[in-house]
């Protein structure tokens, strides 16, 4: 089966985080792309940029209305994924549970409706 | 612990949960009992003791004449406690559930707690554990300590279940996921109780042993900024001496019984890391030697990797490593992190830093501890 985990974070404390810490961040998402890869586990990942680069898009009526900025304000901003293929939902957590991310925001796993 | 007397166990924890209630609301008032666990149990039973009127069942009834029978407070709570841990570790349950039963049946842990300790959706996680108490209900599992003849095998079981609670908590060194705080604890109060209701059995007393040489590394394990401190660069100053001397008398107690188990060889292993504090040095040949037993007693792969870095502390990291090579095939390893952490510092230590820094990834990859993963970062930085 395939899981989505959906990497949650307060975006602006990770942007102004020192530089050490962001360094130590990145390297430790490296060794963790790394890990899933190795273990024959990652599908697809990637990082995204910040919500001020995103744009949303609506068309009610076939008429668009497009707006700068996020579907919704939030606490903490999707910022990025990966995609996994794993034998069951246990399996999915334990690797949502390693994710650098987990430790200051929170991984959301889902499921691929397949 | 009511469960034993009516083998419904979804029926005993309703019936408990509402003499908590009850309890909450009288107290108060009246005081608290003198002896609270039995006015509870006593409680609880009554509330029972509706309940299974109101089924009018003629299994129920015979149930309603026992509980009649002994509805006065009596002493032996523990005792239920241990049956109740037999049904809950009973071979027919699934082994990945007996653990978060005895947490829920014996302890009142919540699923939604069970469930983040052990990682697993809490819709999941209650499933299992209505699913397992439905199959002690109806495969009619008993709620007794076994007979002679089974009770090493069925002991083990119990064992192994404690010793995952205890696990549990103890990946949490730090105490700061509210869900795990507090289950190396639980789990050493279980200990605490089988072994004082079976001291003759050694593997017992060895779990118990090995438990209390563990949590008394437990604050070593941090250093005043919250990094991790290996093993190795603990100060044993910082382990606690009144729980390695608990330790101690329990192992010594273990072995005159002569009966070596997986349990006791593992605290015999931790009882060789504690003598550090008082000899300031490591005894490697005792430690391989025990780990050898080990291999012996269970095949795990994991004793193989720790029996690997004690060998390479005794003759050498090429030594280390060369044990390390031979479980290579073995496809878990491949989501197993103190696999990677070994050989990533037997590398090291053989200045391969290339394949050094390929393991130290891994392992940091595979590590779900930010201080862990941070103490391993400083090691891969360190290659050069």
Same mark, same amino acid.
């Given at each position: 089966?395939?899981?989505?985990?959906?990497?949650?974070?307060?975006?602006?404390?990770?942007?102004?985080?020192?530089?050490?810490?962001?360094?130590?961040?990145?390297?430790?998402?490296?060794?963790?792309?790394?890990?899933?890869?190795?273990?024959?586990?990652?599908?697809?990942?990637?990082?995204?940029?910040?919500?001020?680069?995103?744009?949303?898009?609506?068309?009610?009526?076939?008429?668009?209305?497009?707006?700068?900025?996020?579907?919704?304000?939030?606490?903490?901003?999707?910022?990025?994924?990966?995609?996994? /293929?794993?034998?069951?939902?246990?399996?999915?957590?334990?690797?949502?549970?390693?994710?650098?991310?987990?430790?200051?925001?929170?991984? /959301?796993?889902?499921?691929?409706?397949? | 612990?009511?469960? #034993?007397? @009516?083998?419904?166990?979804?029926?005993?924890?309703?019936?408990?949960?509402? #003499?908590?209630?009850?309890?909450?609301?009288?107290?108060?008032?009246?005081?608290?009992?003198?002896?609270?666990?039995?006015?509870?149990?006593?409680?609880?039973?009554?509330?029972? %003791? &509706?309940?299974?009127?109101?089924?009018? *069942?003629?299994?129920?009834?015979?149930?309603?004449?026992?509980?009649?029978?002994?509805?006065?407070?009596?002493?032996?709570?523990?005792?239920?406690? +241990?049956?109740?841990?037999?049904?809950?570790?009973?071979?027919?349950?699934?082994?990945?559930?007996?653990?978060?039963?005895?947490?829920?049946?014996?302890?009142?842990?919540?699923?939604?707690?069970?469930?983040?300790?052990?990682?697993?959706?809490? =819709? *999941?996680?209650?499933?299992?554990?209505?699913?397992?108490?439905?199959?002690?209900?109806? =495969?009619?599992?008993?709620?007794?300590?076994?007979?002679? &003849?089974?009770?090493?095998?069925?002991?083990?079981?119990?064992?192994? =279940?404690?010793?995952?609670?205890?696990?549990?908590? !103890?990946?949490?060194?730090?105490? *700061?996921?509210?869900? @795990?705080?507090?289950?190396?604890?639980?789990?050493?109060?279980?200990?605490?109780?089988?072994?004082?209701?079976?001291?003759?059995?050694?593997?017992?007393?060895?779990?118990?042993?090995?438990?209390?040489?563990?949590?008394?590394?437990?604050?070593?394990?941090?250093?005043?900024?919250?990094?991790?401190?290996?093993?190795?660069?603990?100060?044993?100053?910082?382990? &606690?001496?009144?729980?390695?001397?608990?330790?101690? @008398?329990?192992?010594?107690?273990?072995?005159?019984?002569?009966?070596?188990?997986?349990?006791?060889?593992? #605290?015999?292993?931790?009882?060789?890391?504690?003598?550090?504090?008082?000899?300031?040095? *490591?005894?490697?040949?005792?430690?391989? #030697?025990?780990?050898?037993?080990?291999?012996?007693?269970?095949?795990?792969?994991?004793?193989? %990797?720790?029996?690997?870095?004690? +060998?390479?502390?005794?003759?050498?990291?090429?030594?280390?490593?060369?044990?390390?090579? @031979?479980?290579?095939?073995?496809?878990?390893?491949?989501?197993?992190?103190?696999? !990677?952490? =070994?050989?990533?510092?037997?590398?090291?230590?053989?200045?391969?830093?290339?394949?050094?820094?390929?393991?130290?990834?891994?392992?940091?990859?595979?590590?779900?501890?930010?201080?862990?993963?941070?103490?391993?970062?400083?090691?891969?930085?360190?290659?050069?």
């Amino acid at each position: 089966m395939q899981y989505l985990l959906l990497i949650y974070t307060n975006e602006n404390a990770m942007l102004n985080a020192p530089k050490e810490a962001a360094t130590q961040m990145i390297s430790a998402y490296q060794a963790y792309t790394e890990a899933m890869t190795k273990a024959g586990v990652r599908v697809g990942s990637n990082r995204l940029r910040p919500t001020s680069d995103a744009t949303t898009v609506r068309a009610p009526n076939g008429k668009a209305s497009v707006l700068n900025g996020p579907f919704a304000e939030t606490k903490e901003q999707l910022a990025g994924y990966y995609l996994l /293929e794993a034998p069951d939902l246990d399996v999915a957590l334990s690797w949502a549970k390693r994710c650098p991310g987990a430790t200051y925001g929170s991984i /959301e796993v889902r499921p691929v409706w397949a | 612990m009511l469960a #034993a007397r @009516t083998r419904d166990v979804a029926g005993a924890e309703d019936a408990l949960s509402e #003499a908590f209630a009850a309890a909450l609301a009288d107290w108060p008032a009246s005081g608290v009992p003198r002896a609270p666990e039995a006015w509870l149990l006593t409680v609880a039973r009554r509330k029972l %003791i &509706d309940a299974a009127r109101r089924r009018r *069942t003629s299994d129920d009834a015979v149930d309603v004449i026992e509980l009649l029978a002994e509805a006065q407070p009596e002493a032996e709570i523990p005792d239920e406690r +241990l049956r109740l841990m037999f049904a809950c570790a009973h071979p027919a349950i699934d082994e990945g559930v007996r653990a978060p039963l005895i947490l829920q049946v014996v302890l009142g842990f919540d699923a939604a707690a069970i469930a983040s300790a052990f990682l697993v959706a809490p =819709a *999941t996680m209650g499933q299992r554990l209505v699913r397992a108490k439905s199959r002690i209900r109806q =495969a009619g599992i008993p709620f007794s300590v076994p007979g002679r &003849d089974e009770l090493a095998e069925r002991l083990d079981a119990v064992l192994e =279940a404690i010793y995952a609670i205890f696990a549990e908590g !103890w990946s949490d060194p730090a105490g *700061t996921q509210v869900q @795990t705080r507090g289950l190396a604890e639980e789990a050493i109060w279980l200990g605490r109780l089988v072994a004082s209701l079976m001291p003759q059995e050694p593997e017992v007393l060895g779990l118990l042993a090995l438990m209390l040489h563990a949590e008394a590394r437990r604050v070593a394990r941090r250093d005043a900024a919250g990094e991790f401190v290996p093993l190795g660069e603990q100060d044993p100053q910082r382990w &606690d001496g009144a729980l390695i001397a608990e330790a101690e @008398t329990l192992l010594l107690a273990a072995s005159r019984m002569n009966a070596p188990g997986r349990f006791q060889l593992e #605290a015999a292993v931790q009882s060789a890391h504690a003598a550090r504090r008082s000899t300031g040095r *490591t005894d490697w040949m005792a430690i391989v #030697a025990l780990y050898d037993a080990l291999i012996a007693v269970t095949g795990s792969i994991v004793v193989a %990797i720790n029996r690997a870095v004690a +060998l390479a502390e005794l003759e050498g990291p090429a030594a280390g490593m060369a044990l390390l090579d @031979t479980l290579q095939s073995d496809r878990r390893l491949a989501e197993y992190q103190p696999y !990677w952490a =070994a050989r990533a510092e037997l590398l090291a230590r053989l200045e391969s830093s290339g394949a050094a820094r390929e393991a130290y990834t891994r392992a940091i990859g595979l590590e779900a501890d930010p201080a862990v993963r941070r103490f391993l970062q400083r090691r891969l930085a360190a290659l050069g």
